[in-house]
């Protein structure tokens, strides 16, 4: 073999192993990513701690595919993988039951330290929202306050969840219309019966008759919102108390979250 052969053989030889290192070192990588993602499923997300080993798998791929479409940016805060993934689990939880969904509407998350106004301000006073739906120049755009998206996945958070809040305004939104009810999710039968439902409930909520936030009052969008909070976050208490409510929203998003 003439010199100038050995030498090609050598770099060729080279190529391989700097390749193949590499190669070893971004799968460690992902497989570490992965593991640590899992892990903080199973401490901060009861929806997924009582899914099946199957479903879980499942979810976990529909997390990662939501943060591959979705950028997730810090607003004077710098983004821990903690928050990537409780806002990935925001937005599949409600989607989990259908084939595939893919948030048309949403390129990105931005994650404020706190709550923050209507100038999308978070320092100084008159600081109370916790989370919106972009519009206008904003559209396409979801902002959440970091402390309400955690204390959404706390053991202390009851019945609320902000950032599932959010993500089911963009579910309502997604037939061009953010009206409480998701005509392109919710079969046709029972859009009157929720229309009649809804203010029904609102009445009791008025009349401190029950256990819904009362910030369901709002409007029938808002409606739709709290209520699903509640749906995903205590299902067997939403399912005992609002049986009606809960089947309809059992059919909507195409789930029963109450026998998991």
């Known amino acids: 073999m003439t010199p100038y052969l050995i030498l090609i053989a050598v770099l060729l030889i080279a190529m391989y192993f700097i390749f193949r290192k590499k190669r070893t070192k971004v799968t460690a990588g992902n497989q570490a990513a992965d593991s640590g993602m899992s892990q903080l499923l199973t401490a901060h997300v009861a929806y997924y701690q009582h899914l ?8 976990e791929k529909l997390v990662q595919a939501f943060l591959t479409d979705v950028r997730i940016e810090g607003v004077g805060i ?3 993988l903690i928050d990537r993934v409780l806002i990935a689990s925001s937005a599949v939880i409600p989607t989990f039951g259908f084939d595939y969904w893919k948030y048309q509407n949403l390129s ?4 404020y330290p706190d709550t923050f106004n209507k100038d999308f301000q978070f320092e100084g006073g008159d600081r ?11 559209n396409g755009q979801m902002i959440l306050s970091r402390s309400a998206l955690r204390q959404g996945f ?3 958070a009851d019945k609320e969840n902000t950032a599932i809040h959010e993500f089911v305004h963009l579910l309502d939104k997604s037939d061009g219309a953010t009206d409480g009810i998701p005509e392109n999710l919710m079969p046709h039968q029972y859009i009157i019966p929720w229309v009649k439902l809804i203010h029904q409930e609102i009445n009791k ?3 401190g008759k029950s256990d819904i936030n009362p910030y369901a009052i709002t409007n029938e969008a808002e409606f739709l919102a709290v209520v699903s909070e ?12 609002h049986p009606d409510l809960y089947g309809i929203l059992a059919e909507t998003f195409s789930q029963d ?3 998991k």
């Open 52 to 59: 099946d080993h199957a479903d879980r798998i499942k979810f």
């Open 78 to 80: 710098e983004i821990e």
């Open 108 to 111: 990105s998350v931005l994650l």
């Open 128 to 138: 109370s929202i916790l989370g919106m739906v972009g519009t206008g120049y904003m």
């Open 154 to 156: 706390s053991i202390s």
């Open 205 to 207: 909520i008025e009349q």
């Open 230 to 241: 509640y749906f995903f976050e205590k299902p067997d208490q939403f399912k005992e108390k």
């Open 257 to 259: 979250p109450a026998k």
